[in-house]
């Protein structure tokens, strides 16, 4: 059995992990982590609800993609934009904030050794989220919320499809109440010493702006709610459009807080990765609190109640100050495992490390290609996507759809994946079964998702449009949009036989998974060995021992100018200067 090094409680040379007296907890054999029992129980039923969320959410996927697939088009209309409704409430609500909450669940209490602060708390928050997402997607199988996830006015659904949005909502809150209050006791009976771990850190940003996103979505929902009962006149449909966004771009803000810390974490625990600069990498989270918010225009430039001088400045500054975080991340990320790798005794060349890193562990190869898909796919089309010029040639073509899924689905959800290959055996206690498919499942989620990416991107640089049931009948399109429309469904193919992979391995751990006792060594899928003559630290202030990251991200600047000036031609296509 090998042992991992546990997770950095915080890396100032003054931080120690205390042991908090009167916590109820084990401590797992492994990596060292305590777990407390209470946060356990409740890290395990958000983490099961996630999961079977997750696979709801991807058999709707493939259907969609084999229905955008002009070739085999298999939905007919109607149930066509009832799975795209479904789709988008599974994949980008329940999905992701089920499992967000067991991420802050663990952040609150593992890496600061804390009591959760409530266990009724944490019973009413699962509760009100379980039922209210059973509502939504009863209601929307049922055929009475056809309305797609923005279920923009006056189109209306179901008064049960505005509660059960309105239940999942307060019951994120109740439990991000639950993670700020056991971060207050922690501190207050000294169960850690120093600065906060940065993992709790990034939880603590996504928190903060989920509490702004979720009170975007209680003021919209709400007067939605009574208006579908009958007891309100209909809301104004600009209001709903600009408060709706609130919540809906800002959820994916959630998202890469959530991410983000993840990516660090998983760094530590494979490769024994340390931020280069704590206190840079705490700024750029920072950062996504103060900017990220803003920075969301683009879903709203054609919108005639928004003045121009907001549009502008959200698009321009306030975009590049979020984005700046996401730099800076996606530098220290990176940097951080090059360090760990140097220091282990892989000096070779300038990527005689990377090809050292632990590609067979799935949880490092989730994480390597999240950071990958989000970066060089979501994050240059994001930001390009997001000029205002260029965006409204864009927005309600497929391009959209090709953006969001490189970052919420290549990015947020792979890294989700890649988190879960430790949660298991760490609060299951269960060791992993299937490990050669373990092994092979990010990479077939990864080339699913990219060719999906880019399947949509392409098709929609060609004026397809997104959420269309058919584009024969309007017989304008080229064999070339059909092809990349046949790519999506592929691509669609690849990824969703991963996420069964995936939810199979999961269901068939929890199952028939080896248990392992308190204290007693899980493998760990290994890490890399440390070379005679290494020396942890010891590079801690040669600034020029992360020049293969610096390499990289020359590369990402590089890819980053040729799309972003291409696509400044195409908009010089379609406005000629003469």
């Known amino acids: 059995m090998t042992t991992a090094t546990v997770p950095f409680p915080s890396d100032a040379s003054d931080s120690h992990s205390l042991a908090a007296p009167g916590v109820p907890k084990r401590v797992c054999g492994t990596t060292g982590l305590s777990v407390c029992f209470d946060a356990q129980r409740f890290i395990k039923l958000n983490a099961v609800a996630a999961v079977v969320f997750l696979l709801l959410g991807g058999i709707a996927a493939l259907l969609l993609a084999l229905t955008r697939w002009q070739t085999v088009h298999l939905l007919p209309t109607d149930w066509f934009y009832r799975v795209l409704t479904f789709h988008g409430l599974n994949m980008l609500i329940h999905w992701i904030l089920f499992f967000e909450i067991a991420v802050l669940t663990f952040a609150c209490t593992t890496p600061l050794n804390a009591r959760l602060f409530s266990r009724k708390v944490a019973w009413t928050s699962f509760a009100m989220m379980l039922t209210g997402a059973l509502m939504v997607d009863y209601i929307i ?75 975007h979505g209680a003021i919209v929902m709400i007067p939605t709610f009574t208006y579908s009962m009958g007891w309100t006149a209909q809301p104004d449909p600009a209001w709903y459009r600009l408060i709706w966004w609130g919540l809906g771009h800002q959820s994916q803000q959630v998202n ?270 290994g890490t890399p060995p440390a070379l005679a003559g290494a020396k942890e630290g010891s590079l801690a202030d040669n600034h020029t021992a992360t020049k293969g990251t610096i390499i990289l991200t020359l590369v990402f600047l590089a890819c980053f100018a040729v799309y972003y000036f291409a696509n400044w031609k195409a908009l010089a296509d379609v406005w000629p200067v003469r």
């Open 141 to 215: 199988l049922a055929g009475k919320a056809d309305v797609l996830m923005t279920s923009y006015l006056p189109l209306l659904a179901h008064p049960l499809f505005y509660l059960g949005i309105i239940l999942v909502a307060v019951g994120t809150l109740i439990g991000v109440f639950n993670f700020f209050a056991t971060i207050y006791v922690a501190k207050r009976d000294q169960a850690y010493e120093g600065s906060m771990p940065l993992v709790t850190f990034g939880a603590l940003a996504a928190a903060i702006i989920a509490v702004i996103t979720l009170l």
């Open 256 to 525: 890469v807080c959530a991410m983000v810390a993840v990516w660090y974490l998983i760094g530590n625990v494979t490769t024994g990765a340390r931020p280069i600069n704590e206190a840079v990498c705490r700024t750029a989270f920072a950062l996504y609190v103060l900017f990220i918010n803003i920075a969301s225009a683009h879903h709203l430039l054609v919108d005639p109640g928004v003045g121009s001088t907001w549009k502008i400045w959200n698009t321009s500054y306030a975009m590049y100050l979020a984005v700046l975080a996401s730099m800076v991340h996606g530098f220290t990320v990176p940097a951080g495992v090059e360090l760990a790798m140097r220091e282990k005794g892989y000096t070779r060349g300038l990527f005689g490390w990377v090809t050292a890193l632990p590609w067979k562990n799935p949880a490092f190869a989730a994480a390597a290609l999240s950071v990958g898909i989000f970066g060089f796919i979501g994050g240059i089309t994001g930001v390009t996507l997001g000029t205002q010029q260029i965006n409204i040639i864009a927005h309600n073509t497929l391009r959209i759809p090709g953006h969001f899924h490189a970052t919420v689905v290549g990015g947020t959800s792979l890294a989700f994946m890649g988190l879960t290959y430790y949660v298991i055996p760490l609060i299951f206690q269960r060791d992993f079964i299937g490990r050669s498919f373990a092994r092979v499942q990010p990479y077939l989620f990864a080339v699913g998702i990219t060719m999906l990416s880019f399947g949509m991107s392409f098709a929609g640089s060609m004026g397809v449009a997104r959420r269309s049931w058919d584009i024969d009948t309007q017989g304008i399109y080229s064999p070339a949009a059909h092809l990349w429309l046949g790519l999506v469904g592929i691509g669609g193919i690849l990824a969703f036989t991963s996420l069964l992979i995936f939810v199979l391995l999961c269901v068939g751990t929890l199952l028939f998974g080896q248990k392992v006792a308190d204290g007693q060594p899980i493998y760990n899928w």
